[in-house]
């Protein structure tokens, strides 16, 4: 059974940092993507930045130049680096990782991680 569990949410004042974890495991052949969205109350779940195996990234555009993701494929591991936070940026944060295991590709959730930005 695969799970993604996500840590490193929290508090932070505008312009802090945080950084988030998410750990897959499991029966686990292969994981292409890994990516972390986001979603503020009242609002649709968003992509924030995703990482391919070979380590392509792309970010969205209110993300650029603040965020930064990597990955650690020998530890299954996603990470998201969040520098000069933003009220805007508040938000539960989710990992998301296509992953091959005991059945064909399949993409899996975490369970989320609240990042508050706030004074």
């Known amino acids: 059974q695969v799970q993604l569990v996500e840590s490193g949410g929290g508090l932070v004042q505008p312009g802090g940092s945080l950084r988030l974890s998410c750990a897959a495991s499991?029966?686990?052949?292969?994981?292409?993507?890994m990516g972390w969205y986001r979603q503020a109350p009242g609002k649709q779940r968003e992509l924030v930045a995703g990482i391919t195996s070979a380590g392509s990234t792309n970010y969205a555009d209110p993300v650029k130049g603040r965020f930064t993701i990597s990955r650690d494929n020998a530890k299954n591991t996603v990470y998201l680096q969040m520098n000069s936070l933003k009220p805007e940026d508040t938000a539960v944060y989710y990992c998301?990782?296509?992953?091959?295991?005991?059945?064909?590709?399949?993409?899996?959730w975490g369970q989320g991680t609240q990042v508050t930005v706030s004074s």
């Open positions: 998301n990782a296509e992953i091959t295991a005991m059945t064909p590709a399949y993409y899996y």
């Open positions: 499991g029966s686990i052949f292969s994981i292409s993507f």
